[in-house]
């Protein structure tokens, strides 16, 4: 798989931006959902926490692109 993304042009740098965005990501649906009236503290937690697990992927798939890309 990473090898074929490779071949189709996506860069690591790519990845490691996708895990950096989708920290901010974590924050910014946090807050927003703690500022919406009805919302209680536990949605606005897991809105967070699930967006906040996309960026270890992103990060792993950015490090493999970089072994990739050094063959």
Do not use: C, V
Request: cysteine-free; glycine content about 10%.
């Amino acid at each position: 798989m990473i090898e074929k993304l490779n071949e189709l042009g996506f860069k690591s740098e790519w990845a490691y931006a996708g895990g950096f965005s989708s920290i901010l990501l974590s924050f910014i649906t946090y807050f927003i959902s703690r500022a919406r009236k009805g919302d209680d503290k536990a949605q606005s937690d897991r809105w967070g926490i699930f967006i906040g697990h996309w960026a270890p992927t992103f990060f792993a798939l950015g490090i493999a692109l970089k072994l990739e890309e050094k063959k």
